[in-house]
């Protein structure tokens, strides 16, 4: 048993990760990544069938896509840290023929990654097409995926929920970061999802649970609950509270650090904020 | 070869910016639209300046394009603004039935096209899009080469009747056009007179091409240099002058070789004067995370692989 302490270190080592790659290639998401990095973490190393030796196709084990791909250190280095590949390889993140492109991608082969992310919009569609297979493959194991509350924007989501609802696609479990931010300001200055984002989705034929994205206990607790209720004819979103750039003071909560990195003593300074606990990179 | 005086470095979604900031003072019909991109497209000068002019659409390409083109029913001229990923491929059929189609009056105004985008990765550079949009009917294709130039494209495309994609870039390149310089679509430019080689380049390769020409200077060979800001409609006219002069063919662009400029130039060139092509452009593939200076050379886009391409052709003569 993975305890919850144990857990939270490795979120912390995870979030050091995120801000040195990101350091490293002048270029990339450290807010998204910050604020998922315990959820992605517990689901790694806690909540997840799943197997480092890596198969494409996934049979008969658990499946995970990052359909808000930008968050790519967070899932890099969960992966490197949960056995894919060399920690080391997450230094040559963003950097000419790397596998840790600056978006998730296959073309390189980087155990871990089943589809290409980045373009947004394309993950909930591409994980109910996976949950049917395993359906057809007859395996009983669940898809996972994380996607952005900005992200809800685009309209294939919603062509997803249908679908999903519809043909009854209840191996299916979809986390919303709910930060309330994307990039030209918060969510709900941009264009706002309206109040009641439960609403809707239960309107589309979802489960809904919400969660505490930075309470590991409750993360834990809500994904447990959320795979006891799969295979009842509906698919569950969960709603993710989450604070962008978390826990980084001068980063919490703000859209302004959705995409860029971190100068030298920003760095410094956030590190200083973050204990090593499993040795960087 | 002549001398061209860089003025400064500037990125060309910066001379979209400016352009679409001057069109918002001068012309009350033009109204902007963009998907969560405005600090990335330079649109925030417009968006402050006639804020009841510009729509934020959210993360919703393909709401856009449909929008824009109901607002040219009512007389608005709308500019669009993503990345040109999500401008061209993300949307296509929303544009070729809602836009092309239907013959709306839409400005689809695409930045961080091509390699050039970097870090971001292939999800993001798309390579595709002149070839999708120039193969619509009604569509008006052009990719200008820097600053000043992408700044007067912009504010030219506002009196054009019908639809127009407009591509420009994210990395900061020489601005060496004049900024008075008025831009007529559909019209090439001539750089440099010359005669043994005709270099047709566009967008960011138009710099690489003329300082592959002071490189081929030295060695002696004397090339003619034109800028087509504007792959469809096609100069023929201009193009086919020079080749009938040079004999001999170079294209450069930050595209997929299969439907880019090189493609557009060989097709005429096949039908009305066949005549030795070499194209510079990316051979069939994807791109991957770089810096701009890193991707340019390793799919073979530099000023280096503009002189090589000069010299194949030079022996096929
Ligand atoms: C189809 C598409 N349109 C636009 C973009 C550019 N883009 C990247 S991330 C982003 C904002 C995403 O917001 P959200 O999902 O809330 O993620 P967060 O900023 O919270 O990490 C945008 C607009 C994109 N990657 N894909
Ligand atoms: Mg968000």
């Known amino acids: ?49 799943h197997n480092p030796k890596f198969n494409m196709n996934g049979k008969n084990e658990d499946v995970f896509f990052l359909s808000n791909g930008h968050i790519s250190p967070l899932f890099y280095s969960v992966l490197a840290r949960s056995g894919y590949f060399p920690v080391e390889e997450l230094k040559t993140f963003r ?15 980087l155990p871990g990654v089943r589809i290409a992310s980045g373009s947004l919009g394309q993950g909930v569609s591409v994980a109910a097409g996976a949950a049917l297979s395993k359906k ?118 703000s859209h302004k650090w959705h995409g860029i990195a971190p100068s030298d003593s920003d760095l410094e300074k956030a590190l200083a904020q973050l204990p090593s606990t499993l040795a960087d990179y | ?60 390409e393909a709401n856009m394009i449909g929008l824009a083109a109901g607002l040219a029913i009512g007389d608005k001229i709308p500019f669009t603004g993503t990345f040109a990923n999500f401008s061209t491929g993300r949307v296509y059929d929303q544009i070729r039935q809602s836009v092309a189609y239907s013959n709306k009056n839409v400005k689809i105004c695409a930045s961080h096209a091509g390699v050039t985008l970097g870090e971001d990765g292939a999800t993001h550079q798309i390579l595709e899009d002149i070839g999708l949009m120039k193969m619509l009917p009604n569509m008006t294709v052009i990719n200008p080469c820097d600053y000043n130039q992408t700044k007067a494209a912009t504010i030219a495309i506002a009196d054009h009747e019908g639809p127009v994609y407009l591509r420009f870039g994210r990395p900061a390149v020489p601005n060496f056009t004049s900024a008075t310089d008025k831009f007529e679509i ?11 080689v005709t270099i047709f380049a566009t967008g960011h390769l138009v710099w690489q091409a003329i300082e592959a020409g002071h490189i081929l200077a030295e060695k002696g060979i004397n090339v003619e240099l034109i800028n087509i800001h504007t792959i469809k409609p096609l100069d023929a006219q201009a193009i086919l002058n020079s080749v009938r002069k040079t004999r001999a063919v170079v294209t450069a662009e930050e595209h997929q070789m299969n ?41 073979g886009l530099d000023a280096t692989n503009i002189v090589a391409a000069v010299e194949r052709v030079m022996k096929r003569k």
């Open chain 1, 1 to 49: 048993m993975t305890d919850i302490r144990t857990l939270e270190q490795t979120a912390t080592q995870v979030r050091r990760d995120i801000l040195r790659m990101v350091h490293g290639a002048k270029s990339g998401h450290p807010g998204g990544s910050l604020g998922c990095a315990d959820f992605l973490t517990a689901l790694y190393f806690k909540v997840l069938n």
């Open chain 1, 95 to 109: 950097k000419l023929h790397s596998r840790l492109q600056g978006h998730p991608a296959t073309a390189e082969h």
């Open chain 1, 136 to 253: 057809l493959n007859d395996d009983k194991n669940l898809v996972y995926v994380l996607m952005g509350d900005g992200e809800l924007q685009e309209g294939q989501n919603w062509e997803a929920f249908m679908f999903a609802a519809h043909h009854k696609v209840d191996n299916l479990i979809v986390t919303v970061d709910y930060n309330g931010q994307q990039i030209d300001g918060s969510t709900m200055e941009v264009l706002g999802l309206g109040a009641d984002i439960e609403a809707k989705l239960k309107a589309f034929g979802w489960e809904i649970l919400h969660m505490d994205g930075h309470n590991m206990q409750n993360i834990i607790d809500t994904m447990a609950k959320a795979k006891t209720m799969t295979g009842n004819g509906k698919p569950i979103f969960i709603i993710m509270k989450t604070e962008m750039g978390q826990p980084i003071d001068f980063m919490v909560g």
């Open chain 2, 1 to 60: 070869m002549k001398k061209f005086e860089v003025q400064n470095v500037k990125d060309t979604r910066s001379g979209f910016g400016a352009g679409l900031s001057e069109l918002g003072k001068t012309n009350p019909n033009v109204v902007a639209l963009c998907a969560d991109l405005t600090g990335s497209l330079k649109m925030d000068a417009f968006q402050k300046e006639h804020p009841e002019r510009f729509f934020q659409v959210g993360i919703a």
């Open chain 2, 186 to 196: 559909g019209k090439a430019l001539m750089l440099n007179e010359g005669s043994d």
């Open chain 2, 259 to 299: 439907g880019g400029l090189g493609d557009s130039i060989c097709q005429l060139l096949a039908r009305e004067l066949p005549t030795p092509v070499e194209m510079v452009a990316v051979n069939d593939s994807f791109g991957q995370s770089g810096t701009p200076d890193e991707l340019m050379k390793e799919y």
